[in-house]
């Protein structure tokens, strides 16, 4: 590639992250509703046509959004993750890190949220075709679990539905706010301890 490719290509991912960040701040600030391929035009002091040149309208916008978000969200799952104890030294650490993590993580960006989880896109969950950063958040629950439990994945996935249904119901008023930690330690008290699926084990209805 040539040195004025690579400059070209420099700045088409200089005004793609600028819209990308436009749009989020505008969510953040406005609400999703005042997200529009003309406000962030103005807004990023582009001419629609251009917009239009990296993103097909406001679906591919809210899609890039949403990216950035499970990236961010990996990495703080991660952090959360890798401070705990190992799941094999102390049952539940890791988990009940991870899932206040990820509470934290809606709470503190609802926005944000509401791009990866709510709104429409087409990023597929649970398929080949899901991409990485949205597997890599996957696996910051399964790694909360042992390596030997064949329904760690399962068991993964569960909490993850429930947490995202704390988080919006949490969210929206539907349901205290203030009693987030009690769901929670109730949540990782029936996942987290003994195999799953052993007899008698958390896992059991």
Request: net charge negative; aromatic share 8%.
């Amino acid at each position: 590639m040539s040195a004025i490719s690579e400059r070209r290509e420099r700045e088409r991912a200089h005004r793609h992250q600028l819209i990308v960040t436009a749009a989020r701040e505008l969510a953040e600030t406005e609400g999703w509703e005042a997200v529009t391929t003309r406000r962030l035009a103005e807004r990023v002091e582009y001419s629609q046509p251009v917009l239009y040149s990296h993103f097909s309208g406001r679906n591919d916008i809210v899609r890039a959004v949403a990216m950035d978000g499970f990236i961010e969200l990996a990495a703080q799952l991660r952090r959360a993750r890798q401070a705990a104890p190992a799941p094999e030294s102390r049952a539940g650490q890791a988990l009940r890190a991870v899932c206040g993590a990820y509470l934290e993580f809606a709470t503190e960006r609802p926005a944000l949220y509401q791009a990866m989880f709510v709104l429409p896109t087409d990023l597929k969950f649970a398929s080949a075709e899901t991409p990485p950063p949205l597997r890599a958040c996957f696996d910051e629950f399964v790694d909360c679990f042992r390596p030997d439990d064949d329904r760690r994945e399962l068991v993964a996935e569960v909490t993850w539905s429930a947490l995202h249904g704390m988080a919006v119901l949490s969210g929206s008023g539907r349901i205290p706010p203030d009693a987030q930690g009690e769901r929670l330690d109730f949540l990782i008290t029936r996942f987290a301890g003994a195999p799953l699926g052993a007899p008698g084990g958390p896992a059991a209805p």
